[in-house]
C-alpha cells in the first residue's frame, strides 16, 4: 500500500496542473484501501476461508504414525529444529503394539476426542501405499507430513494453496528461513549498489578499494556474500563464501580462535540472525572489505 500511494503521488506529480485533483484524495485512499485489507482478511479468518497464524501455532497439536523406533527417530529430528513441544503422542502401525494412542487404521475414531491438527506418517513399517490409504480418513483440516525412513527431513504440504514446507535440522536456525535469506541476500546487494556508486570515496577508506569494487560485484552475481561462517560447516544453513567472518575477521586472515569456539560463533550467527548484525559488522570492519 505504502508503495503504491508512492508511485501514485509521483504520477500524480507529472500530470499537467488541469488534470491534477486534491492530494488528500489519493492519502485518503491509501489508509482506506490498508484499513479495507485488514477488515477483508479478519472476515476471510472468521469464515475460514483463511487460517491465522496464530491459530496454527495455538492448536499445532502434532500425532507422529510410528513405530517405536521411528517415533524416537522423528522426535530427534524434531527437537533439532526446535519444534518437539508440537508433539502430542504416537500413533501405532502394529495392532498390538499398547504403547501408542491408537492404531493407525482407526485414524478416523481419534477426531474429534484428540485435538490434533498435524499427522506425521513415518514411511518404514508402514508402505506409502498404507498412509495414502490412512490419509483418505482424515479430517479436511488436518495438515499431513511425512518421514521417509533413512531420511533426515520432514516434509509436507499444509494445502493445495501452499507450496511445500521441509522440517529438518536446520529449521531450528533463523538463516534456514526463506524471508530471512531474502533479507540477508537485500542487505548484501543494497550494500554493494550504495558501494559501486559512491565507489571514489573508497578509494581513500578502504585498504585495498579495488578489490573492495570487485568483492562488490562479486556479491552481486551471488558468487559472495559480505558476512559468512568462520569455518565452512555443513550442518549449517548454506551460505556463500564470506567476505567478513560473522566473528569481524577479514576471511583472508588466519582465525586466532579455537575450532570448537569457531563452530560455536557460526552456530550462534545462523541460529540468532539479524540483518541490522550484518549491517554493524559491514560499518566496523569497513576499511578491511577489500580483503
Known amino acids: 500500500t505504502f508503495i503504491a500511494t508512492i508511485v501514485l503521488l509521483a504520477g500524480y506529480s507529472l500530470l499537467p496542473e488541469q488534470y491534477r485533483f486534491s492530494r488528500a484524495i489519493i492519502l485518503f485512499g491509501a489508509i482506506l484501501a490498508f484499513v479495507f485489507i485488514i477488515i477483508l482478511r479478519w472476515i476471510l479468518i472468521k469464515i475460514k476461508v483463511l487460517e491465522s497464524n496464530k491459530e496454527k501455532k ?4 502434532t500425532l507422529i504414525v510410528a513405530s517405536e523406533s521411528e ?3 522423528t522426535v530427534q529430528l524434531m527437537k533439532e529444529a526446535g519444534m518437539h513441544e508440537k508433539i502430542l503422542g504416537r500413533v501405532a502401525v502394529s495392532e498390538n503394539d499398547t504403547t501408542g494412542i491408537g492404531y493407525w487404521k482407526k485414524i478416523k475414531m481419534f477426531s ?3 485435538l490434533f491438527r498435524e499427522i506425521i506418517f513415518c514411511e518404514g513399517e508402514l508402505s506409502f501405499a498404507a498412509i495414502i490409504e490412512a490419509t483418505q480418513q482424515l479430517p479436511r483440516h488436518c495438515r499431513i507430513k511425512f518421514h521417509a525412513s533413512g531420511s533426515h527431513s520432514i516434509v509436507g504440504s499444509d494445502s493445495k494453496d501452499t507450496l511445500g514446507e521441509a522440517v529438518s535440522k536446520e529449521n531450528g536456525y533463523k538463516l534456514s528461513d526463506p524471508y530471512i535469506r531474502r533479507l540477508k541476500r537485500l542487505v548484501d546487494v543494497s550494500v554493494s549498489i550504495l558501494a559501486i556508486i559512491s565507489f571514489p570515496i573508497h578509494l581513500f577508506g578502504v585498504k585495498k ?5 570487485a568483492n562488490c ?7 559472495k556474500t559480505w558476512i559468512g561462517y568462520t569455518i565452512e560447516e555443513k550442518n549449517l544453513p548454506h551460505l556463500r563464501r564470506g567476505i567478513i567472518a560473522c566473528n ?3 576471511l583472508s586472515m588466519n582465525q586466532q580462535l579455537p575450532l570448537e569456539s569457531l563452530i560455536m560463533v557460526d ?7 539479524e540483518p541490522t548484525n550484518d549491517l554493524w559488522l559491514i560499518s566496523k570492519t569497513y576499511r578491511q572489505l577489500g580483503g
Do not use: C, E, S, T
Open 58 to 61: 495455538a492448536h499445532a497439536n
Open 71 to 73: 517415533y524416537k527417530k
Open 112 to 114: 474429534p476426542p484428540v
Open 209 to 213: 578499494p579495488f578489490a573492495f569494487f
Open 217 to 223: 560485484f562479486a556479491v552481486l552475481l551471488a558468487q
Open 248 to 250: 569481524g575477521i577479514p
Open 267 to 273: 552456530y550462534w550467527y545462523a541460529r540468532d540472525y
